[in-house]
């Protein structure tokens, strides 16, 4: 079944994905919500288009070189230099609807492997998923970490992660022992100090899919991903450690 989305999407999707060399970005992949629900979980509608960047890249000239495809940006964000990975946000009209699409330097490229569907690119779902974390931990490492969001879509995510895919605690020690060097403790404090009642309205916009339609914010998703958080805890030694 097709959702109203995804017809804009698909004509950026193809756009970007026939023109990386044009655009000066051939290691580009699509990430975040919409590749984990459109490829993977089918379990939410997500409307925006989240691009990955390997290597370094130069945001006002994608801007431009984004327009001689067809692709002209409003709204235009952009971050170059100074502490914060290169990335450029916009908005972009397609038709009758509007579509918001990021690039944002990768800093995690390569260390999962890269899948295709048609010619658009993501990660196999175990990037995705190491990704989705991130942003509920915050990048860095270790209890310096920086950027934690907290959102309903991403916990909403990670819930739907923790229950089709693998367990939380599971993922992360199996990603830990290859290399990943996920904060467990920064997604252990995020998680136990969310502000789950202020993220109730956001949670009731989501557009949820079967079978998840009458999954509730407080009585499910919470209770799952706190027991995740304190199962790590007691796995790894993080709640003893901070005593």
């Given amino acids: 079944m097709t959702y109203s989305p995804h017809k804009a999407q698909d004509t950026i999707l193809n756009k970007v994905f026939s023109n990386l060399d044009q655009l000066g970005i051939p290691n580009c992949i699509l990430a975040g919500g919409t590749a984990l629900a459109r490829y993977y979980l089918h379990h939410r509608v997500s409307y925006d288009l989240d691009f990955f960047v390997g290597g370094n890249f130069f945001p006002e000239k994608l801007s431009i070189a984004l327009g001689r495809i067809g692709i002209n940006l409003s ?5 170059s230099g100074g502490v914060f990975a290169h990335q450029l946000h916009g908005y972009a009209n397609v038709d009758e609807s509007t579509v918001k699409i990021s690039f944002i330097e990768d800093v995690y490229e390569g260390m999962w492997p890269k899948k295709k569907f048609g010619n658009m690119i993501t990660e196999e779902i175990g990037g995705l998923y190491h990704r989705k974390l991130r942003t509920i931990s915050g990048s860095g490492y270790g209890k310096d970490t920086k950027g934690a ?12 992660l923790s229950s089709q895919v693998q367990p939380i605690h599971k993922f992360l020690d199996e990603s830990n022992q290859h290399g990943a060097n996920y904060p467990q403790n920064a997604f252990c404090a995020n998680i136990l100090s969310m502000p789950w009642f202020g993220l109730m309205d956001e949670f009731e916009g989501l557009e949820l899919l079967s079978p998840y339609l009458g999954l509730t914010l407080i009585g499910d998703i919470k209770p799952m991903l706190v027991n995740e958080a304190m199962t790590i805890q007691k796995l790894t030694g993080i709640d003893d450690e901070n005593r």
Avoid: H, I, N
Avoid at 75 to 79: A, I
Avoid at 149 to 160: E, H, K, P, S
């Fill in 75 to 79: 709204d235009v964000q952009v971050e």
């Fill in 149 to 160: 969001r907290q959102t309903a879509r991403d916990l909403f995510d990670a819930y739907v």
